[in-house]
């Protein structure tokens, strides 16, 4: 099968993250083109679920938390239920 090229424009900071992205992957942006157009062709849709999540500052801080506090069992309060749990959080 023969190669071909195509040209896409895209904004330039969008690209660098892309890139960074991509090598994270470890792929090249060909690669990854190709991996969505095979996809996409296949299934005959847009298939937006290749990825992986990248948590925020606040989630990656409350992970954090949850391991400092299982970690060390006088750390917070335990709940044996939910309804005990907004019980008190509401009080």
Do not use: H
Not at 3 to 19: A, G, H, V, W
């Amino acid at each position: 099968m023969a190669n071909t090229n195509i040209n896409i424009r895209m904004d330039s900071d969008l690209k660098n993250q892309f890139e960074a992205f991509c090598a994270d992957m470890g792929m090249t942006m060909t690669t990854a083109f190709n991996i969505f157009a095979r996809k996409a062709v296949r299934e005959y849709r847009i298939p937006f679920e290749i990825g992986a999540e990248n948590p925020n500052k606040e989630t990656l801080e409350a992970v954090d938390e949850v391991k400092r506090m299982k970690a060390n069992p006088n750390l917070g309060k335990r709940y044996s239920d939910v309804d005990e749990m907004m019980k008190d959080l509401l009080s």
